[in-house]
């Protein structure tokens, strides 16, 4: 499970810039649950993933990952428990690497690398069976540089990497942002077919009140640094979209009704 | 051009390969813009020189050479990794430092080698001519250092590598140490530099000071030459590009150099380095230009 303990991130501290990006943020997820995350811009989202997988250091707080301290590691080493998926199709895959060679990169995540040769003739073929339960056609395409495929299919590649080795955590960023609406929808599928198989403990962020809803067991928002809703269970499943902006609305007409007393 | 000049040109071609295959790791696998090369190919063959004249054996003072270019480049990477220095700057900081390194090394501008023992004469069989042994023995060893390249980077730790190159980002996020894997880039690339620095020394009768000036450029248009007539993105066929690319390269100077009516000397070759680094770099921007529509 992750615990993450009242993180405070604040981005140029002291200057006029300053931003406070995370403010007390925590969360605790169990194993195998699928959290998605909403949230405005700016809210802090990206920056609580970016906590989490170690992208960003945190001022303060603490995150746990099955009772291990992660707060101090960095990126490469939490990679053995964390898998990620980004917003940027372009982030996720190395383009100058073949689909083979990315498929290879992934399968090694977190583990030592030695001077074994990075693909090998079982690997491709595991590689093959997977990539053709996409049904894109990319089994065919394993020695083609991934640069060379449409963002929606390096995220779909994307999304098989981040299955490839177990992990105690899934992060995806508003994976599906960068895709047009069909292929956004292939993708997410595909995300949940994918949680359901490797029986994935995940937190997806997305801006889609209806895509929160619909898939997964919980949702959180978050604003201005730290959780503000926190549903799941019979409430959620009664929950419609109509629902939840409204309470979206009530947590930020309170906030600015708090930040109004305090100036005032 | 006689066949002396010929074979001339084919052994500096030769060993130049070493370079290229260097700044490719660096340049292109690494994408880290590495300079040190200046000063590493420079540091092989004074410790080469130095070594040998001091009578350590010569293939003992080889090894050392290509160990201490591995070291340089792993100060380069260790400036940029640790203490956050841009790439460019690191590389040129370390470029300057050995500038000196190399003098107090030698301890005199420049280390004779006339009748030393170099790795080509301790191979030298009677029946054959040196200038035609040189680039024998020099091709076994350009061959073999392509080879373990291709092979190298395609084991799990030379993927991590081109990895680290290609998307840093990602690669952390694969669990790739990617400070590491840029260390140990920079060393493998500064170890050829070094090797090629020390064999210069011993087929050109000494290391000087000022034997690295411009080796960057040699390299990088070794490379550049090498992409433009055989471009592939494979591997085996990139390292054999970056090779071909380096004797061509040399082929043209040799050319220039004997062609009376083109009246070039020695010291011009620079210039016409970085004419045709130049000209390389921007023909395919003006293709690009003309046929309106973005390439590969
Ligand atoms: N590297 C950075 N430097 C300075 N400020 C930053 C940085 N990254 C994020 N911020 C600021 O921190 C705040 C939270 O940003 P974050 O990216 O976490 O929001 P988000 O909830 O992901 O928003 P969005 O829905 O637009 O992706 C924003 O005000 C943003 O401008
Ligand atoms: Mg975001």
Known sequence: ?264 | MSLYTLLGALEIGLIFSLVALGVYISFRLLRFPDLTVDGSFPLGGAVAATLISNGTDPFVSTIVATIAGAVAGVITGWLNIRLKIMDLLASILMMIALYSINLRIMGKPNVPLINEPTVFTALQPEAMSDYVLRPLLLIVVVLAAKLVLDWFFSTQTGLAMRATGSNARMARAQGVHTGLMVLGGMALSNALVGLAGALFAQTQGGADISMGVGTIVIGLAAVIVGESLLPSRRLYLATIAVIVGAIVYRFFIALALNSDFIGLQAQDLNLVTALLVTIALVVPKLRQHWSGKKLN
Not at chain 1, 22 to 44: E, H
Not at chain 1, 124 to 152: C, K, M, P, V, Y
Not at chain 1, 184 to 208: G, N, P, Y
């Open chain 1, 1 to 264: 499970m992750l615990r993450a303990q009242d993180l405070h991130i604040t981005f140029n501290p002291g200057t006029p810039i300053e931003t406070r990006a995370l403010r007390g943020m925590s969360l605790d997820i169990p194993s195998g649950q699928f959290v998605t995350v909403i949230g405005s811009n700016g809210a802090g989202k990206s920056t609580f993933l970016n906590a989490v997988s170690g992208e960003m250091k945190v001022d303060s707080g603490r995150i746990e990952i099955d009772g291990i301290d992660m707060t101090r590691q960095p990126v490469w080493e939490r990679a053995r428990h964390v898998a990620r998926v980004f917003q940027d199709p372009m982030a996720g895959t190395c383009e100058d690497l073949t689909i083979e060679e990315n498929m290879a990169l992934a399968t090694l995540r977190g583990q030592r690398r030695g001077l074994g040769w990075a693909v090998k003739p079982a690997l491709r073929e595991e590689f093959r069976a997977q990539l053709s339960t996409l049904g894109l056609g990319l089994e065919n395409r394993l020695s083609d540089r991934i640069g060379l495929l449409s963002g929606g299919q390096r995220q779909a590649v994307s999304l098989l990497m981040a299955a490839l080795r177990p992990s105690r955590l899934l992060l995806l960023d508003e994976h599906t942002a960068a895709l047009d609406p069909r292929t956004a929808d292939f993708v997410l599928q595909l995300t949940v077919r994918i949680v359901a198989e490797h029986k994935l403990t995940t937190m997806m962020v997305t801006h889609s009140m209806r895509q929160a809803l619909d898939v997964g067991e919980r949702t959180v928002m978050l604003h201005q640094g730290k959780v503000v809703l926190d549903v799941s269970g019979d409430e959620r499943k009664g929950m419609t979209v109509k629902d939840l902006l409204t309470m979206f609305e009530r947590v930020r007409g309170e906030q600015i009704d708090d930040d109004a007393l305090l100036l005032g």
